[in-house]
């Protein structure tokens, strides 16, 4: 967690007023790191369950109650075809905003904040089946590579259409 | 300050309790004379803002109730008119109108003619 | 939203109430009905729409309505007579005043020529010459001249004095007005105001005219003490004071000067006039001399004896406290003279005065009884629908609490039983009352087609008569909302397709003038909206051939005339021969009805040929709260519209079979129906063995039954419908989702949504 606070490090607090820099939610599925944009994060919470939704692939675990909306929960591991979570109460549900709508994503755990700077993010490589199609870029943290999610991505086509 | 609006348009009503509590004055509405009328046994008002054009009890009627009673012979009341005819304005005066204003009107105005009547 | 633009929101919900109204008085009018009080209605209308288009500038708005209230005025007063002609003329008028306040709205620009014709003919009407000006704010200000001072003028000049005169307003506490240091050739101003009594029974106030002038610049104001009577002849409404006031400004205009004692015009002398300051102060203070009051005389007669005069001032604002008291004191003595008249000597005053307002009260209650007093605010409805909201989450937080009561807790703990079924009580009594406040008469959707049929008619040239029932029946907002697109089709079609041209009713024996009636009337949780024409009925035949033409219906697939009937709401479909360019036009009849559907609605059609047709919509009351059963299926809890459902058993009471194409089908009543089962429609696999299993029969439109198939019926209950297309999109066969009492989703089935359309059915 030394990361957990960006204004230990000296300089990193004006990158990011200016811009230059921004604050990631970075979250675990097995070993890999991802991240999204810590504006983008509404809420998390841990994984009580969802109610499936019909005809819808498998990566959509379904529907929870957040405060009287229904939320539906996409499970990432599934998402990047790595087959579904096998779900314990310790997973976490990251729950975000993608446009107007609000989605949760199921994963293993979150594991930091960290602040990168936007000239250190990198194209992800062409021809990464997955990857490329739902990542935005991806960045070194700490020796570590972090893919950021791309959620427009994650979330379209969740419907099996007929 | 307290001021009775009485116009059957809710147009009106807004616009009117809009500048109104805009310059700080506290606003009842009420839809006819006869809910103007109403109003005036509930609580007490500086001033009355009233329609001549009204379904159930129109504005002559009211301001001639308003009048009819003791307690109201010096209360201020403004006729809202469009009328361009001096016939309806002199109506209103004749049953004991104060002033009138004319719509559309301009809420620096409205206030302006408020103050040339209450306190 | 900005202010100026929620105004606007106001006015334009306003206008649509005006015109549903004026639809409404003219239609009586058209029937003969001649009311004076109408007449005043439909004036009073126009006239608003007008006001309000003024405000906000629409100019078109306001010169129509202006000429079109000119008129209406004009026919109120007798002087031009309602013929049918002119009924005709105003009839057609809303119309185009709806038109203007649409454009109004949309922000657009009719041609300037629109409502000419029209707009000539009410000038016609009510002579060019008499009409009146459009300009409101015409100041015709005739200044009264009075020579001040002429009417006293027996009095001698007299040296001004401070003491008799009061410095009413103005900055300057002093009466230094012969001491004002005038600049030679300065001009300044001069009123000399005399109030009427009339001026005070209108509650004007010289004091605040005074203020008022001094907005416009340095003023002082002196006051001449007329006649003071003795205290017992005081009237606190009497006149015993004139005024002079010298306003200092060179550039105020006679006009400003004069608007501010507009609202006195001719309930006081008034004298405005210009003077040269160098000019006038003598002559100008001499006249102010011959104004004094009677005591300036004796100022005069005694000027050295400055002790008298001490005492006379001392006296003076004495005689004035008392009169200041007496003016508060004379008004409610006179009140209670007024109100204690009759009663002889009484012992205690109050308590007699409290008696006496008795008959007053009763009388004024009784006047509220006569005219019940509606009082109305105006809420927006996004607080309407949080409240909506809460109350749904609390009607099933009830039933949750309700479903947790085992026999034995019932048996146990008799009080929180009792304590549960008030609450639940009390919960439908409120649920009620919330939903009364979103409720309207379908007045609003169905005084917009009046004019649709008028206008179909002349189209179509046909005869055309529209009759509305029950246009009061009340239901939600949000469904009135939706209803006015498949009302507009649905008459649409009837007076397209229905209702024959005049010689074809004549031929086929009846009367030249078709009818359409539009009907609505609450029916258990539904309201059932009728629209029923007198015309040919549905042409199957040709229904049928068109649907073939189309591929709507396979070659060989033979159908029941019900559901050749129906084929007029599938889509794609269209009866039209020729495309009119009335119905054919905008959106479909099938998008309307999916658009019902989705609302939890439902449509059907009935036509007896040569007869005529009738279309039925069936809507929900609420929108909000859901009457479900609660099922599960595969892995998910899932709730079917209780309206929707026809029965339930256990499958291994249901008599199954299979249909020719290999479909299972559940035989009842020698009824076939088709078979849904809900977890391989939805993909999911369960452990319950099939004859564990229930079916649940179910309704869809045009009385077509569907068997689904589910793990388990858990109950009946109460849900509040929440969007799946908020944060998710629209999945086949969910009509979104709801909450149960654990806080955990349920899928509400969509059982329309489930089946297959003819089309698909056809296929397989």
Not at chain 2, 53 to 60: A, E, K, Q, R, S
Not at chain 3, 104 to 127: I, N, V, Y
Not at chain 3, 487 to 496: E, Q
Not at chain 3, 733 to 743: K, S
């Amino acid at each position: 967690m030394e990361a957990f606070d960006s204004r230990d490090e000296s300089g990193q607090e004006h990158d990011l007023e200016s811009g230059n820099s921004m604050q990631l939610i970075a979250f675990m599925i097995g070993e890999q790191v991802y991240g999204v944009e810590i504006t983008t994060v509404r809420e998390i919470r841990a994984w009580s369950g969802a109610t499936p939704l019909p005809n819808t692939h498998d990566y959509v675990r379904g529907v929870i109650n957040l405060r009287g909306t229904i939320v539906p929960i996409f499970d990432l591991r599934a998402r990047f075809g790595d087959g579904l979570t096998d779900t314990t109460k310790n997973h976490v549900v990251v729950v975000m905003s993608v446009g107007e709508k609000w989605v949760g994503m199921l994963v293993d755990a979150v594991s930091d904040i960290l602040t990168i700077s936007k000239k250190d993010v990198h194209k992800v490589p062409e021809g990464d089946s997955m990857d490329s199609e739902l990542l935005n870029g991806i960045v070194t943290h700490d020796s570590k590579m972090v893919g950021l999610i791309d959620l427009d991505a994650i979330v379209v086509g969740a419907k099996i259409e007929k | 300050m307290r001021v009775l609006t009485v116009d059957d348009s809710p147009t009106i009503l807004s616009m009117l309790d809009h500048a109104l509590k805009e310059a700080g004055f506290e606003v009842v509405q009420a839809e006819d004379g006869q809910k103007g009328l109403d109003a005036m046994k509930e609580g007490e008002f500086d001033v009355v803002i009233t329609d001549i054009n009204m379904p159930v009890m129109d504005g002559i009627e009211f301001i001639k109730n308003v009048r009819a009673s003791k307690a109201n012979q010096s209360l201020p009341i403004l006729i809202l008119t469009t009328e361009s005819s001096q016939e309806k304005r002199d109506q209103g005066r004749a049953a004991g109108g104060t002033g009138w204003i004319v719509k559309p009107f301009d809420p620096a105005k409205l206030i302006s003619v408020i103050h040339r009547v209450v306190y | 939203m900005s202010e100026l633009d929620e105004f606007k929101a106001t006015y334009f919900e306003e206008c649509s109430e005006l015109l549903g109204d004026l639809e409404e008085e003219f239609a009586a009018i058209e029937e003969g009905d001649r009311d004076t009080e109408r007449l005043n209605a439909v004036f009073r209308a126009i006239h608003s729409i007008k006001g309000g288009a003024g405000a906000f500038g629409f100019n078109q708005l306001v010169e129509f309505a202006h000429s079109f209230e000119t008129l209406l005025d004009f026919v109120r007063d007798g002087r031009v007579e309602l013929t049918d002609d002119v009924v005709t003329l105003c009839i057609r008028s809303i119309d185009l005043v709806a038109d203007f306040v649409g454009a109004a709205r949309d922000g657009e620009e009719l041609a300037s020529d629109f409502g000419e014709e029209e707009l000539a003919r009410f000038k016609l009407l009510s002579g060019e010459d008499e009409e009146e000006p459009m300009e409101e704010f015409d100041i015709d200000f005739t200044p009264v001249m009075v020579n001040v001072g002429d009417d006293d003028g027996e009095l001698p000049a007299v040296p001004t004095s401070d003491i008799n005169d009061e410095t009413l307003a103005g900055e300057d506490e002093n009466d230094s007005f012969e001491q004002a240091p005038l600049a030679e050739g300065h001009r300044y101003w001069k009123v000399d105001f005399t109030p009427h009594y009339e001026l005070y029974e209108r509650a004007n106030d010289p004091l605040l005219l005074f203020r008022e002038l001094g907005t416009l610049g340095e003023v002082e104001v002196k006051a001449h003490l007329v006649k003071t009577p003795k205290l017992k002849e005081f009237d606190p409404f009497g006149i015993y004071c004139k005024w002079e006031i010298v306003l200092r400004n060179e550039d105020v205009s006679k006009e400003d000067i004069a608007e501010v004692f507009e609202f006195v015009e001719g309930d006081c002398e008034l004298s405005i006039s210009q003077v040269m300051a160098e000019a006038d102060i003598d002559s100008d203070l001499v006249g102010f001399e011959e104004d004094m009051a009677p005591e300036a005389q004796t100022l005069e007669t005694q000027p050295d004896q400055q002790q008298e005069l001490q005492q006379e001032l001392q006296q003076d604002l004495q005689h004035k406290a008392e009169e200041e008291a007496a003016d508060e004191s004379m008004l409610s003595l006179a009140d209670l003279a007024a109100e204690i008249e009759p009663a002889p000597a009484p012992p205690v005053r109050e308590e007699n005065l409290v008696e006496e307002n008795k008959p007053e009260q009763e009388k004024a209650k009784k006047a509220a009884a006569k005219a019940p007093a509606v009082q109305s605010i105006r809420v927006d409805l996004d607080k309407v629908d949080r409240v909506v909201n809460m109350v749904g989450e609390l009607v099933i937080t009830q039933s949750m609490l309700n479903q947790q009561m085992d026999d034995k807790i019932k048996a146990q703990y008799q009080e929180l039983v009792r304590g549960v079924e008030v609450l639940a009580q009390t919960t439908r009594g409120l649920q009620d009352a919330v939903m009364a406040i979103r409720a309207q008469p379908v007045k609003s959707v169905f005084s917009r087609m009046p004019r649709l049929v008028r206008e179909l008619a002349k189209k179509t040239d046909k005869k055309i008569r529209l009759e509305m029932v029950g246009e009061y029946t009340e239901i939600d907002k949000t469904i009135i909302e939706q209803l006015s697109d498949p009302l507009t089709h649905m008459i649409r079609n009837s007076a397209d397709h229905g209702v024959e041209t005049p010689e074809k009713r004549l031929a086929a024996g009846k009367s030249e003038t078709g009818t359409i009636q539009l009907s609505a009337e609450q029916a258990g949780g539904n309201i059932i909206i009728a629209v029923e024409d007198d015309g040919a009925g549905i042409n199957r035949e040709r229904v049928l051939n068109l649907a073939r033409e189309r591929g709507v219906v396979g070659p060989d697939q033979q159908l029941s005339d019900e559901q050749i009937d129906e084929l007029v709401f599938a889509p794609g479909f269209s009866t039209a021969d020729g495309v009119s360019d009335i119905s054919g036009r905008g959106v479909g009849m099938d998008v309307v009805i999916s658009n019902i559907k989705k609302i939890g609605g439902s449509v059907h059609v009935r036509s007896k040929p040569g007869k005529g047709t009738r279309m039925i919509l069936r809507l929900p009351l609420t929108l909000a709260v859901l009457d479900v059963m609660l099922v599960e299926a595969g892995d998910g809890p899932y709730v079917i519209p209780l309206s929707s459902i026809v029965e339930t058993m256990q499958c291994d009471r249901a008599d199954f079979g299979f249909a020719p194409s290999g479909r299972r089908v559940l035989q009842i009543r020698g009824e076939y129906v088709q078979v849904i089962d809900l977890v391989t429609r939805f993909e999911m696999t369960t452990k319950v063995p099939d004859n564990k299993r229930f079916v649940v029969l179910c309704e869809g439109e045009g009385s077509t039954k569907v068997a689904l198939i589910v793990d388990e019926i858990i109950g009946q209950q109460q849900v509040v419908i929440k969007s799946l297309e908020e944060n998710f999109e629209r999945i086949d066969g969910i009509a979104g989702g709801t909450i149960l009492g654990n806080g955990e989703v349920a899928l509400i089935v969509d059982v329309a949504g489930l089946k297959q359309t003819p089309e698909q059915q056809s296929a397989a």
